[in-house]
């Protein structure tokens, strides 16, 4: 059977290499697909930057820069055809006429391809990447002054910027280029030029920042959610990837396994990823299996719990399935063992009792062997002691619970192998992927939307993710984009380092004498999410090195109010000891009900003219994907002499981090008033 083009041997949807951005065959590829050659006449080798004045279309150029971009309103524009055409004569062969000189033969990227009906001419781009690199080399062989390659620079700065003006106008009017293929092409050949001059130049243009705005639209989204991406992952998308090389690889990432899951999902809530502990079902490695579960003894749990130690599991026997053995053993500073972490909605957890499955248990204990010497791999191999959370850490009585999240942090901070295990990740194939589409998988997988999993990322030594074939270490996905020196995945790479740094670099790297303080983790918590509320102020005040012992001690309902009382100070867009003020209940929804202050202390609130009043309440809308929200503040304690005509109600824009928990406020209000914290 011959398979779908670009589909491997699993059935999985491999993205064409982003030097193929428009590189097209007979068969329609799986990504951007057939650009339609629509010029009316070759690029005449001019200036790029006079070109419309050369047409006797400058009044066009005026027009199109000084739109609103709401909308145009001129009666002079031509026909679409003939401004579809003269945006690729200009925009993509102009541009690239303009900036690879003697390198650029405009017939070699057009050809004919037959068809049923009749041939028709398209842009192919599969020597492109062969002229860049080309061009590349000639300018840093080049003898030319600093000065001349200063000035050649700017000049193609110019000839970048002017091309996301005009695109930009076009993106947000796209009835002037109904082909969306045309305007991408563009965009994406832009993009690529940006980062060969950075590399030809040893600078930054400063306008790849913009290339993305303008290619993403609601047919890439579109195009995401028939894939299988959550609504809520696609708003993290679009918020945490800046690079047209990243959304192409995106866009056509398929994930079998999700697709269909998320049709009830929103952008602000995914129903699948939330854990219902009144009717959580776990799993078995199979829907057929139907083998018992094996539960440890919380006892002798609790007892290595109660001497400040880490209980671990060594299975001492693994076959057959039906006699599996467990030991609990005392961790030593030099156990070797595996620490798993992993997101409960996959059906690994049990929040009734420490028990899971058999055949999870034979599985978890196979996974162990690839972290041994190969010499000692054989399926009969002894494996390593585990640890996870679910048979490590007591579901109760309370006293024993309260043990296992005091030590939480240890078994990631201390374990040799901390191994990720995420249901969208573990049926690929790694060895058939490129390092940066390893890296994307990973960061879009939804472990990354999980709150605890941002602790189990942060601390460990050595972090894998377990894909079907093998596990892969995340240090390797790093060092492959930071050393990576090709144009088609450069700005891919780049995505992958911010990411890497949001989970691992905050943690690490710290500077001498700087303690975590709230603003330095709000990054990272960025469109996470957690089932039980009142788990957040475990994890934050964890990773904040605070008294655990004193957040627990006490009501769960105000656990984020003990956080906030013992939160180092911290420097934002204001400085306060405890502002952190709205804990809004989160349902197995996700959704915020309202909010309530919390704090002991009255809120004060000053404008900038010096008055003051009271916050009394505050009510808001929660949004998973989204920062900034707009809220309701009571600031009727303000009177007239105030400054604000009839105090009450006041609309107000909030920048919300920890989901809803901490907030800065005072950027914008209705009444124009600019407000700060006192």
Known sequence: MQREPGKTNNGYRKPMNSDKYLQYQDVVPPGPSLVPYVCQEEYDGGPFLKYLHRKGKEDLLDDLLETDRSGLYWVTMPPVSEFQALIQTWLFFGLLNEILGTLFTPSRYVR?????????????TSDLLLAFHAWVKDVQQSEHTEIQKRTQYEHIAACLQLTRDVMEVISCNSQLMPNRLIRLSVVSVAELLVDAAERAYGTNTSTNLHWVTIYRDPATFSQMRKHGFCPTEIKRIEHTFSSIQSYHCLMWMRRADQVNRHNQCTECECRPSHTNTIQYDTKHVDDICRCSSYSVEVSEIVDILSNGSLPLLKITQATPLSDIKLEVIEATPNSDYVAYSHVWSDGLGNPYANSLPKCQLKRLHELTRQFLPCSERGENSRGLPIWIDTLCCPVGPPAAKSLAIHSMKVPYTEAPHVLVLDSSLEHIESSELHLTEIGIRIFTSGWMRRLWTLQEGALPQKLWFQFKDKAVDLDQVRDAALHCDDLERRMMSDDILDLHEGLRGW?????????????????SLQFRSVSVSTDEPLLVGGLLNLDLGYILDGDESSRMQRLYKTAPRFTGFFEATRALLVHGASGESGKRQGGQVISDEVLQVQPEHGAKGTLLEMSYQHSQASLTRSSMVDLS??????????????????????????????????????????
């Open 112 to 124: 004919t391809m037959k068809s049923r009906n009749k041939p028709s001419r398209i842009v192919d």
């Open 507 to 523: 943690f690490h790297k710290l500077k001498p004498g700087k303690k975590p303080d709230l603003v330095s983790i709000h990054e």
């Open 637 to 678: 304690g303000l009177g007239a002499n105030d400054g604000i005509t009839g105090g009450g109600m006041y609309e107000a824009f909030i920048n919300m981090t920890f989901l809803g928990r901490y907030f800065e406020l005072g950027e914008m209000f209705s009444s124009s008033t600019e407000w700060c914290i006192d």
